[in-house]
């Protein structure tokens, strides 16, 4: 039976989830795949050993992409928290479910209950879940973890820069203290974040070891590297780097340690382990943010550098070790990719995302998309990536200009650039995206306008004037409310 899921129903499993758990599974359940993705915050391309990091080590990731899959042509699903986090989790673009930019603490916005999670299609099938780290999703009771389909959440529930800043440091923004959140029960307000990284890593340790003899899924979201940088005293002034490469190697233990956990509980061949990050780098923070490594520009942008991410997937004995993929994929692929191995229901609603296992297994190197689509800010379409070819059509977004960045961990401010015309770039043998083609190849061209007039119908596209698509469905808001998106 199809998933589906109302208000009503999601406080209802809530309060039979809290009164009551089967003591035991089944075999059938037993030998379930286990689920675990790592995505990290604002962490860049060109930030993991072997995606050309320098400055510091990533062994342990280096070695789980070493007996497994490193993607190469891996996209988040938007440039930007809340949307990226969206996009993974349900499988759709952040544009159909009414989810743009970034939610703010307050402000009455959340993932829609009508949404179906990865957490929820897999606790039909008789999972554990857990999430740890960062939320963002909504910040209401509406809208937090266990109306989204988790058993346990420890974290914060946005972005770990959204609390009061020192006088000195400045802040347009007024927010409350950051609350440090145990399954719903805020048990501290956070005014030093260094030792969450561990504390995260701890709590999904203690996960594996609890639910080793059932399915479980663990969405693992670390608040660093994004702004403040914060780092435990086992890792500072470990890295050549500075305190971004010391936050890396922390965040490369915590892989290590979650991969040990499962080989000491004899479930390492049972169990997929993805790492990724939700965007690019947040390149007007200079010393304090990550690299693009090869690809241009970064965060909130829909060129390379804002949305294509280092991907690992380990899955012992189920693919390939030590194979790089460039086949594109994004993040809207992993839901119906994880219901294809467990053999979990798709949601009812409509989703976007495609089974990407044939990839994985190398049952084929052909994209399981027939294009993918770079939205941002209020529904704006900026790209569309068809095969080899990334097209740009016209629009503005932020960039450094080669300006000189700080060393402190205060930001410099963007400038505006502007695409004025459509582009087209060949990533294939221009991963900078240096040459515009577009002159060139007026078929490409041609096409690639054709499949985003297609989107445009479904999606809607601001820039065209079209802010809804007859696809796009609303945004969940607390009754009373009518905020709007942030960028």
Known sequence: MKITKTLSAVLTLAALNACSQPEQQSTQQQ?????????????????????????????????????????????????????????LLTGSYPNRIGVH???????????????????????????????YGKWHLGDDELFMPHNHGF?????????????PLHPEQGTKFDFPPLPLIDNGKVIEHLTDQSNLTKQLTERSVQFINDNKDKPFFIYLAHPQPHVPLYVSDDFKGK????????????????VGEILKSLKTNGIDDNTLVIFTSDNGPWLNYGSHAGSSGPLREGKSTALEGGQREPFIARFPGKFAEGKDISTPIMAIDLLPTIAHITGANLPMRKIDGVNAWPIFTGETTKPVQEAYFFYYKVNELHGVRWGDWKMYFPHSYYSLNGKPTNTDGTPVKYDYNEFTKIELYNLRGDIGETTDVAAKHPQVVA????LAEKMRAELGDSLQGKAKGAGTRELGRVPGTNSGPQE
């Open 31 to 87: 030998t379930k795949p286990n689920v675990i993705i790592i995505m990290t915050d604002d962490q860049g391309y060109g930030d993991v050993g072997s995606y050309g990091a320098q400055g510091y080590s990533t062994p342990n990731l280096d070695q789980m992409a070493a007996e497994g899959l490193r993607f190469t042509d891996y996209y988040a699903a938007q440039a930007v928290c809340t949307s990226s986090r969206a996009g």
């Open 151 to 163: 058993d346990d959440f420890f974290g914060i529930p946005y972005s770990n820069d959204m609390w």
């Open 239 to 254: 890295s050549e780097l500075g305190l971004y490469g010391d936050v890396i190697m922390e965040l490369d233990w915590s």
């Open 101 to 131: 930019g970034a939610f703010f603490p307050g402000d009455g916005q959340g993932l829609h209950h009508d949404e179906v999670t990865i957490a929820e299609m897999l606790k039909e099938q008789g999972y554990a879940t857990a999430t």
């Open 447 to 450: 096409k690639i306008k054709q």
